[in-house]
């Protein structure tokens, strides 16, 4: 079955923390993206990972194809980063449609 | 600006009412999604077209119509609305090409009252 695991479902951190999350998934994939949404907002691309690691910023995200594992990190947190993150993933046997994890709801206090 | 535009942003219905919601893309990318987004669901796909003329169901089509009859539109429609189908809708499209990203539309928040 096509799953995928997003952890943690919340997390609070204060500015300037470090910030992990992590993304499972249970079976082969194309590609596998990391997107943002603020409250009440659209859904925004941040990176797109087949194999290795992207940087964009304080943003990095990197991937384990053996392990079927990604992380999101985030560097010198800021409150702006307050967001929910959604880790989105295109199975090899799916076709074009994304399946999503349930999201990471991310506050950063001041 | 070229991108998704969806329509409308809000809407509320009755229940038993037809509804349709628009998704219009600018470039011309050959799929479009339908995905509806629920508190400790996450998105679930509902529909999605892979070319002009040609769509097929997703995880949760039920009560959900789609069509398209051109690229750049992929309207939604829900025949008789009931409180169960109350979610944020949200459009996004891609082009067949491997390593090609998702565009995502603004959303549809939909209250059936």
């Known amino acids: 079955k096509n799953e995928v695991e997003q952890s943690p479902q919340n997390l609070t951190a204060q500015e300037g923390e470090f910030i992990t999350i992590n993304c499972s998934y249970s079976?082969?994939?194309?590609?596998l993206h990391w997107l943002q949404q603020h409250p009440g907002g659209g859904i925004v691309s941040l990176f797109m990972?087949?194999?290795g690691k992207k940087k964009h910023g304080r943003l990095i995200a990197t991937i384990n194809i053996q392990e079927k594992h990604s992380s999101l990190h985030i560097t010198a947190s800021h409150p702006r980063d307050s967001a929910v993150y959604i880790c989105?993933?295109?199975?090899?046997?799916?076709?074009?449609?994304?399946?999503f994890g349930k999201g990471t709801s991310l506050l950063v206090t001041p | 600006d070229a991108g998704i535009t969806q329509s409308p942003r809000y809407k509320i219905t009755e229940t038993g009412r037809q509804v349709t919601l628009m998704c219009h893309q600018t470039?011309?990318?050959?799929?479009m999604f339908w995905y509806r987004q629920d508190l400790g669901h996450g998105l679930r796909l509902i529909y999605y077209?892979?070319?002009?003329?040609?769509?097929d169901k997703g995880e949760v089509p039920d009560g959900y119509v789609v069509s398209r009859s051109k690229t750049e539109n992929f309207p939604l429609t829900l025949e008789s609305a009931t409180r169960s189908q109350t979610s944020v809708y949200f459009c996004?499209?891609?082009?067949?090409?491997?390593?090609?990203?998702?565009?995502f539309g603004s959303g549809t928040r939909l209250t059936v009252v």
């Open positions: 470039w011309s990318h050959s799929y």
């Open positions: 996004a499209s891609t082009q067949d090409t491997i390593g090609y990203g998702y565009t």
């Open positions: 989105a993933v295109r199975f090899s046997n799916s076709g074009y449609a994304l399946n």
């Open positions: 077209s892979a070319a002009a003329d040609i769509t």
């Open positions: 079976v082969g994939i194309s590609a």
């Open positions: 990972l087949s194999s």
